[in-house]
């Protein structure tokens, strides 16, 4: 073969090189941009879902709203279309929950200041959810105190009583207190807050488990009352979640690593992740369940 021919060969031996590259480099960034785009697309799809607007025309009215869970809640209420009305004991973090909300875009948001043990503050709530908004469609009773830590037979009777009045009396008669404005509206959705620990007792939370644990039988009780009213109400069983409330479960690195070894999905959860699960619940995609408790704990054990 001549010189010049093998000069040829190696010539288009070489552009087919380049072109080879220049093909797997084009394909490697045509890869590369459908990843991007299928990453932003989940991205917005997630944020569609949040933002489905299935709540769109419903009032909603959350206790203990201010922080941890309750704010999640009340936060993903308002993003799914509903108005919402925001409580605490404390006026300062009622005014900043509000604010914050606001700056975040959350239009339809309001705020007063409730002790749930107190009858006035209960009916001043829902007074205020009315001429605020028009009336109301939705509750989630979220308060709950805790003032003393140890096992059940141990609890002090003040502080037994304290923890009932709060986390069980109060949210029977906020029940009680919220029908007339759910009748008018020819039907509503309950949620009571409780814990896994209401079907797992905490040793070190005794009386605050059993007084979750009766928030569980209330839920069965008042759901076949209700129903023929078309007021659904269902129970939310948290698991230990990342909250200033649950702290004494997981602030030390021995309390996480105990907390996060009973969960088998190995690790704790976060107040928005029961923010949607309430949605859910006070949604028309729920509209054939009532009298329900939805764990969500991470596959902790949560049999009775």
């Not at 040793?203 to 008042?222: D, E, I, Q």
């Not at 109400?233 to 070894?261: D, Q, W």
């Amino acid at each position: 073969m001549s010189q010049n021919f093998m000069e040829k060969i190696q010539d288009s031996g070489t552009c087919f090189f380049a072109l080879s590259t220049n093909i797997h480099v084009s394909m490697y960034q045509m890869f590369k941009h459908l990843a991007q785009v299928l990453v932003s697309s989940k991205h917005n799809m997630m944020s569609t879902s949040v933002n489905a607007s299935r709540l769109i025309g419903k009032v909603a009215v959350v206790t203990a709203s201010t922080e941890g869970i309750g704010f999640a809640i009340a936060k993903r209420l308002s993003a799914e279309g509903a108005s919402v009305v925001i409580s605490s004991r404390k006026e300062s973090n009622v005014k900043k929950a509000v604010d914050t909300l606001q700056k975040e875009g959350h239009k339809h948001i309001s705020g007063v200041v409730c002790h749930v043990s107190k009858k006035e503050d209960r009916l001043n709530l829902f007074d205020h959810a009315e001429k605020q908004f028009g009336g109301i469609d939705i509750l989630v009773s979220n308060a709950a105190v805790n003032p003393v830590t140890g096992p059940v037979i141990e609890c002090p009777e003040n502080a037994w009583d304290k923890i009932f009045d709060v986390n069980v009396k109060s949210t029977f008669l906020l029940t009680q207190e919220v029908l007339p404005y759910m009748r008018k509206r020819k039907g509503g959705s309950i949620v009571y807050v409780s814990s896994i620990g209401g079907l797992a007792p905490f040793k070190l939370l005794g009386a605050y488990s059993v007084s979750k644990t009766a928030l569980l039988g209330l839920t069965k009780a008042v759901a076949q009352d209700l129903a023929d009213e078309n007021i659904r109400v269902n129970c939310l069983a948290p698991g230990i979640t990342k909250t200033k409330f649950a702290a004494a479960l997981y602030e030390t690195e021995e309390a996480h690593e105990m907390a996060v070894s009973v969960v088998p999905m190995g690790r704790l959860a976060v107040p928005d992740e029961m923010g949607g699960i309430v949605a859910f619940l006070c949604s028309n995609d729920a509209s054939y369940i009532t009298g329900e408790v939805l764990v969500a704990a991470g596959g902790m054990q949560s049999r009775l």
